[in-house]
């Protein structure tokens, strides 16, 4: 439905994802869960929403994960949004996260993330 709504077609919750929102106490009311749902359909990388996008992981999963994947993605995410706040432009994109811009291509390289305008769109909905 949300997909729709932001014209992702094929967009869709892995199974973290849909564990995470079961899992999830929901103290706030339908609008929170539709607020999460929303927000990682926006950041969804291509077409999967995952349960860090909903930003539903409790303490306890958290410290569960290794520091090594944390890191990968908190550095993923900051790339993602680094690159959608400048719409695109990899040079402010780097300003932003200050880095190198040869440092933020080897970054958008290992951690699979396409530079194209869709990504740069996401954030203009």
């Given at each position: 439905?949300f997909?729709r709504?932001f014209?992702?077609p094929?967009?869709h919750?892995?199974?973290?994802?849909c564990?995470?929102l079961?899992?999830h106490?929901?103290p706030?009311n339908?609008r929170?869960l539709?607020n999460?749902?929303?927000?990682a359909?926006?950041l969804?990388?291509?077409g999967?929403?995952n349960?860090?996008?909903?930003?539903?992981?409790s303490?306890k999963?958290?410290e569960l994960l290794?520091?090594?994947?944390?890191?990968?993605?908190v550095?993923r995410?900051?790339i993602?949004?680094a690159?959608?706040l400048?719409?695109g432009h990899?040079?402010?994109?780097a300003?932003h996260?200050?880095?190198?811009?040869?440092t933020?291509?080897?970054?958008?390289?290992?951690h699979?993330?396409?530079q194209?305008?869709?990504?740069?769109?996401?954030n203009?909905n």
């Open positions: 439905m997909a709504e014209d992702f094929g967009c919750l892995t199974d973290d994802a564990r995470a079961q899992r106490d929901w706030g339908v929170e539709i999460r749902v929303r927000r359909v926006v969804s990388d291509k999967r929403v349960a860090a996008a909903l930003d539903l992981l303490i999963e958290v290794p520091l090594k994947v944390l890191k990968n993605q550095e995410t900051a993602i949004n690159m959608q400048s719409h990899a040079e402010q994109a300003v996260l200050q880095i190198s811009r040869a933020l291509y080897r970054l958008l390289e290992k699979d993330i396409d194209s305008e869709e990504l740069c769109l996401k203009k």
